[in-house]
């Protein structure tokens, strides 16, 4: 049983960790939002409590629901906000280095869904899982393909919007951790697939690398009614919402009769306060066309997890979903990683590498 990284004979380290000092109620947070420390953990096997393990973290999720806990609003999202001055959370790969429990050895790689955004930690065992490293499974992918956007994405297509073959679905912010994975499931169920993003380098990505019959990059088709007359000349059957806004706007006047709208985020909307977020003016359609609009969280669908796992695995191993990670290096990169969600800048799930 080894450590790992050279830390199995230590006991003591300096970690790095990202902390919340204020609450950011508006706008793209800002370093006086969220800072960077070093503190001191102790691996000492003694200081460890029961049932509870020391890591190492490798990766970590970078995820844009994280913007709606940290605005100090308790129900955005339904999410709980986090304290101040406490390590900040996410999806997390870590190696354990110290282990309380018979479970879990010295060596072993885990995935933590509340995983401190620090270099190393202590934490209680329960909700951690071992990967199975035999599987030959890209570490990367459990936190894309089978992580928090894959299981979205799954949900979404598979169990909500469950399309028939033939059917048109439109996934706004397509080339995103969610969207490149929701467009290649909807294309294996047989379906027409029109993605919006925010290059025209990503909508050639959408249909080079993700499967997508159309895409349009939303900064140069201002006009969203004009644009989705366009790319949806037989209307919308099923439309995957990220954005919120305008374009949920837009796509209530071309959803066809008994359609389905599945919201799973509305970036266009986290940096705003409650009162300044748009409203929808085009809602009468649902009543006329007998639409279905339906909202959801991942935690609702736990009890899936092992269907989509062993669904998402056979796909993986098959290469019929393809990934794409932007994986930026050291925790010290986490801030502009996770600002750059808000830009158009990013090409697929972003992740950081903080260990090897």
Known sequence: MGGGGGVASTT??????????????????????????????????????????????????????????????????????????????GFGIARVVRSKNNNFNEGDIVINPFSPIAEYYVVPSDFLRKIDLSANIALPNYLSCLGIPGLTAWVAIEVIGNPKPGSNIFISAAAGGVGMLAGQLAKLKGCRVVGSTGSDKKVQLLKDEFGYDEGFNYHKESDFDAALAKYFPNG????????????LDAVLNHINIGGHIVISGMMSQYNKIPAEREGVKNLLNMVGK??????????????KIGEFTQQMEKY?????????????????????????????????????????
């Not at 003694?46 to 940290?70: G, K």
């Not at 919308?236 to 374009?247: E, H, P, Q, R, S």
């Not at 007998?290 to 009890?303: P, Q, R, T």
Request: with cysteine; proline share 5%; hydrophobic share 40%.
């Open 290 to 303: 007998d639409v279905k609009m339906e909202g959801f969280l991942c935690g609702s669908y736990l009890n």
């Open 12 to 89: 003591v380290v300096e970690s790095r960790e990202w902390y919340l000092a204020a609450y950011a109620p508006e706008n793209v947070p800002t370093s006086d939002h969220l800072k960077l420390r070093t503190v001191t953990v102790s691996l000492e096997y003694d200081s460890i409590a029961d049932q509870h393990l020391a890591l190492q973290l490798l990766f970590i999720s970078v995820d844009p629901y994280l913007r709606s806990t940290i605005t100090g609003r308790e129900g955005d999202l339904y999410l709980p906000q986090p304290p101040l001055n406490k390590a900040l959370t």
């Open 236 to 247: 919308i059957d099923i439309y995957l919402d990220n954005v919120g806004g305008k374009m």
């Open 316 to 356: 993986i191993k098959e290469e019929k979903i393809k990934p794409k990670h932007k994986i930026n290096q050291g925790i010290e990169s986490f801030y502009e990683s996770f600002a750059s969600l808000f830009s158009s800048s990013n090409l697929g799930k972003v992740i950081v590498q903080v260990a090897i």
